[in-house]
């Protein structure tokens, strides 16, 4: 399976720090992606992170891809109670699957 | 605007009885999907279609049937003998252009079976 696989799979922290979430892979992929959902709402997409990319960012948020460790990790710096939510990663490929997400709650 | 629609936000049906979630969308997307998520868990595929007409199964089709006769439009049928259909069942499109293309989801629709 190409399906991503989030940990933690729940976060706690103050408002103000930086979270960091992983996700972890099996198999060749050529691109992966981060999305958010709030908690009874859909999915928005966050920020794709193509195979030959190691590093992206957009906002206060920074995306990594080690492709020989087939890992990703996602930093939101400075975070905000508004963050809280459920964040999953989804890499390229044929099954269109998403993992179980790491279910993010950030303390006022 | 531009986006996902899916309706209604909350349902509930009795035991035994077909439902039909709606998913509509104006992005003039090519592909659509349907997802399954079960409280506190990931998503699971239902069905997805590429284009007009055609669909194909994803992890947990049976129980479940859709139609792609437009291209705004792709329902789910969730049937009686669906197990336990109760669950926040989620729609997406996207330009299906490859790898990269990315889903846009709607709200959602949370279907309770009494």
């Known amino acids: 399976s190409q399906q991503g696989e989030e940990d933690p799979q729940a976060l706690s922290i103050q408002e103000g720090e930086n979270a960091t979430m992983n996700c972890s892979y099996k198999?060749?992929?050529?691109?992966l992606q981060w999305y958010r959902q709030n908690s009874g709402r859909g999915l928005v997409h966050l920020i794709l992170i193509r195979s030959n990319e190691r590093e992206k960012h957009s906002g206060r948020l920074r995306v990594t891809l080690d492709t020989s460790k087939k890992s990703s990790s996602l930093l939101i710096t400075a975070s905000r109670a508004a963050d809280t939510a459920s964040y999953f990663c989804k890499t390229s490929g044929s099954r269109l699957t998403f993992g179980e997400g790491t279910q993010l709650t950030v303390n006022p | 605007d531009g986006g996902i629609t899916q309706s209604p936000k909350y349902l509930f049906r009795k035991e035994g009885q077909n439902v039909t979630l709606s998913c509509e969308q104006n992005l003039n997307h090519d592909a659509m999907y349907w997802y399954r998520q079960d409280p506190g868990q990931g998503l699971r595929l239902i069905y997805y279609?590429?284009?007009?007409?055609?669909?194909q199964k994803g992890d947990i089709a049976e129980g479940y049937s859709v139609s792609r006769e437009k291209k705004e439009s792709f329902p789910l049928t969730v049937t009686s003998a669906q197990k336990n259909p109760t669950a926040f069942y989620l729609c997406?499109?996207?330009?299906?252009?490859?790898?990269?293309?990315?889903?846009?989801f709607g709200p959602g629709t949370r279907l309770t079976v009494l």
């Open positions: 198999t060749s992929i050529n691109n």
């Open positions: 279609s590429q284009i007009v007409n055609d669909f």
């Open positions: 997406a499109s996207s330009n299906g252009q490859g790898d990269t293309d990315t889903q846009y």
